[in-house]
Structure formats: structure tokens, C-alpha cells
């Protein structure tokens, strides 16, 4: 669906685990596009004419959901940046409930098979992602993660603006 008001759905992570993300993204994501903290997009064009129906969608799954421990499940190479992989079968299906309520309204990369992560290089020399995509491997192992809600925000063209935190139960 076509929208002039588009709005981005992402995972809320504790803000303790979300910390070292965003440290890694501060120091490898280009300076004059890092203009967003770490986040864990779910979906990534919803449309804003239906904003309502939307946040009353994410309180009753939001409101129905305990807190999910994910875990950080390995790296993935962008090409041109890296990002963490995700995995958590829980948060597959929040967003497999939330896909079959915004079905009529997804784009084409919000119908695609989901694979959760966050970036913290993109738009980087393949040089450059190809170092620290070796040098983060070398010693990497799973950890988990905390995820705690959703956070709705409007796209605007550049920074996100905040709309609103929905906690799992």
C-alpha cells in the first residue's frame, strides 16, 4: 500500500543490551548518516492513514506477550556494513501475528521472509566491512537479549520521530 506518512515498527531491546550496539554504531557507522540509535526494524513501512488501527493492534499483542529473551546469534555481512543476527522463535511469531493484521497494507520488503538483526555498519567501503566483519567474528559467541515491547515511530525522511513505547505484559 502507498503511503505519505509511512511508520516504522521496531523491537524495543532492553536499554542495557541495546547500549554496546549502539557503541559499535557510533564508531563504524558513517558520521553524516548515523543519525538513528541501534534498533531492531520489524516492519518497515506501515502506513500512517491507519495509525489508529495500528496502535490498537500493538497494545492487544504487546499487552498479550511477556518479555522475550533473544538471543544475538551471530553476525551477518551487508556488503557494505555488518549487522547482528537475531533469533528468538518468540519474536518470529509477535511479528508473524502482526504480519497477518497489517497483511492488506505491506510492501513488498515487509512480505519478505523476516531475518531480524541490527546494523551497526552500512554505507561503508567493502574494505572497510569486510575488517570488522572479520574482526567481530574472531571472537564472537551468542549472548542474549532482552526484548521488552515495540516502539512506533514516524518516518519523516531522515531522523525517526518517536510516537510510542507499547510494553509486553
Do not use: C
Not at 45 to 71: C, F, H, K, M, N
Request: aromatic letters at 8%; zero cysteines; hydrophobic letters at 45%.
Amino acid at each position: 500500500m502507498k503511503t505519505d506518512k509511512p511508520l516504522i515498527l521496531t523491537a524495543q531491546v532492553a536499554a542495557g543490551d541495546l547500549a554496546p550496539f549502539n557503541l559499535l554504531r557510533a564508531e563504524h557507522f558513517p558520521a553524516d548518516r548515523n543519525f538513528l540509535s541501534a534498533h531492531l526494524t520489524m516492519f518497515h513501512r506501515l502506513p500512517g492513514e491507519y495509525e489508529a488501527q495500528i496502535r490498537s493492534d500493538l497494545a492487544q499483542v504487546a499487552g498479550q506477550t511477556p518479555r522475550i529473551d533473544a538471543e544475538v546469534s551471530g553476525l551477518r555481512h551487508l556488503g557494505a556494513g555488518v549487522a547482528f543476527s537475531i533469533s528468538s522463535q518468540e519474536l518470529q511469531a509477535v511479528r508473524g501475528e502482526l504480519r497477518a493484521r497489517f497483511v492488506a497494507w505491506l510492501g513488498s520488503q515487509d512480505m519478505q521472509p523476516w531475518r531480524p538483526h541490527v546494523t551497526i555498519q552500512n554505507k561503508a567501503s567493502r574494505a572497510a566491512a569486510d575488517a570488522l566483519h572479520a574482526r567481530l567474528s574472531a571472537g564472537f559467541q551468542i549472548y542474549s537479549i532482552a526484548i521488552t515491547g515495540l516502539q512506533l515511530w514516524a518516518y519523516r525522511g531522515g531522523p525517526w520521530d518517536h510516537l510510542v513505547d507499547l510494553a509486553f505484559e
